[in-house]
């Protein structure tokens, strides 16, 4: 199972970012696809999680600005990430939930400042 997750960087307040997720190795069409973020010192927490038919659930600090979603062809994650806050800055990771395992890819750094 590889998990490729791109497209941190820096961005400033109030700008947007997409984060796109490749997998490969898993069946894509019946795997919870997930994203999460962490900043040194802190745990992991869940950002943003979508179900194998598409149903979205975010955590309440990032509602109505975090957008996550599926492309079943491309077999690929994404989460738009739209007025963004220095509180965003984290180390983002995609994450499969795959027949009772968690899979997770390398984390892609976005840090948002001025």
């Known amino acids: 199972v590889q998990l490729q997750a791109s497209g941190g960087g820096l961005v400033q307040p109030g700008g947007s970012v997409r984060l796109s997720c490749k997998a490969s190795g898993i069946n894509f069409k019946i795997s919870p696809l997930g994203w999460y973020r962490q900043v040194p010192g802190n745990e992991r927490e869940v950002v943003a999680q979508?179900?194998?038919?598409?149903?979205?659930n975010y955590t309440d600090s990032v509602k109505g600005r975090f957008t996550v979603s599926r492309d079943w062809r491309r077999n690929t994650v994404y989460l738009q990430m739209n007025a963004l806050k220095p509180e965003d800055t984290a180390l983002y990771y995609c994450?499969?939930?795959?027949?009772?395992?968690?899979?997770w890819g390398k984390g892609t750094l976005v840090t948002v400042s001025s």
């Open positions: 994450n499969a939930h795959y027949y009772g395992r968690d899979f």
């Open positions: 979508i179900s194998s038919t598409g149903v979205a």
